[in-house]
């Protein structure tokens, strides 16, 4: 799971929490199959999975707050969103203001390219003298043989302790 994904995602706590402050639906009442949706900054958009930016709604109403269709649905989403809105301010104390949208957003971040980490290059088996192609395969997957272990090896693992590198 990518730090952007866990940002976005909705923890255990904040489930509970939201369930329990909403109950229902926030726009039409249903109880059943409730679903967690991001209110200011979409999850698509990097909005950040907490209280004061997710409220339950039914799967009906979620998709018609999400992704509406037609222009029934779109004008019924302009309004729901609004109403979504308007109680999560209610419910949570919010100030809705450019700083608030701002921590609910995620930022990459962005390292210089002399900073990153460059990876270690590991010496591995297919370097070592030893290894041969065993050609006794009827599969068209390679199988390596390893003269010093005598035995199967594939060709990436890890360098043993009777690893000789190829001159």
Known sequence: MSIRSKW????KETKKY????DKCCVLCGNTNSLTMAHVFISRAHGG???KENIVALCIKCHKYFDNPIGKKERELSITNNYKVKRYLIEKENITLNDEFLDSLKYKKEIIPFEE???PKIEQRC???RYLVKNKNN??????YYCKKL?????KNNPKCNKFMEVR
Do not use: L
């Not at 939201?18 to 402050?21: A, F, L, P, Y």
């Not at 005598?150 to 594939?154: E, H, L, P, R, W």
């Open 8 to 11: 976005c995602d909705v923890d």
């Open 126 to 128: 297919k370097n070592c």
């Open 48 to 50: 950040k999975g907490c």
């Open 116 to 118: 990153r980490q460059k």
């Open 138 to 143: 009827k599969s068209t997957i390679p199988n």
């Open 18 to 21: 939201i369930k329990n402050r």
């Open 150 to 154: 005598n035995k199967i090896v594939g």
